[in-house]
């Protein structure tokens, strides 16, 4: 399992802005994903949010616009000329646009080659275990 906690900015749909913890957690169990978890500030305390992200479309995000619905990643620059990366999600209740540094993203998805190398996703894949859980009990 790759584990990491950055300290990103977060802007919301009208530009306010806000530093935010997010955490990132890939594992072998979910070859194609990476996890990105939010906490989020509630009335009696916190709660987290998490969203799955394509890895493929994690990587491609730091060097061209990828993706579309309610994740789009893109390369961009900051207010002191330093490269970010863009996530943004979009959801019925609301968008954020995280801005990461690009080279502590690429810093954690290296990282997750020495779990899965790029292209041997399938080969972790347990298949049988997948139908199991599709068809019904008994069946």
Do not use: K
């Not at 995000?61 to 789009?72: K, N, Q």
């Amino acid at each position: 399992m790759v584990l990491a906690e950055m300290a990103l900015r977060c802007y919301d749909e009208r530009g306010h802005s806000a530093e935010v913890i997010l955490g990132f957690a890939y594992g072998a169990e979910d070859p194609y994903a990476v996890a990105i978890t939010f906490a989020l500030a509630a009335g009696d305390g916190d709660t987290f949010a998490t969203w799955l992200v394509g890895r493929p479309l994690l990587r491609a995000g730091m060097s061209a616009p990828s993706g579309d619905g309610d994740v789009r990643i893109y390369p961009s620059i900051d207010e002191d000329g330093r490269a970010i990366t863009v996530l943004e999600f979009v959801a019925p209740g609301g968008f954020a646009s995280v801005h990461a540094d690009t080279d502590l993203l690429r810093g954690f998805v290296d990282r997750t080659t020495d779990v899965v190398p790029f292209g041997s996703e399938s080969d972790h894949i347990d298949l049988e275990a997948l139908v199991a859980d599709l068809l019904p009990d008994g069946a």
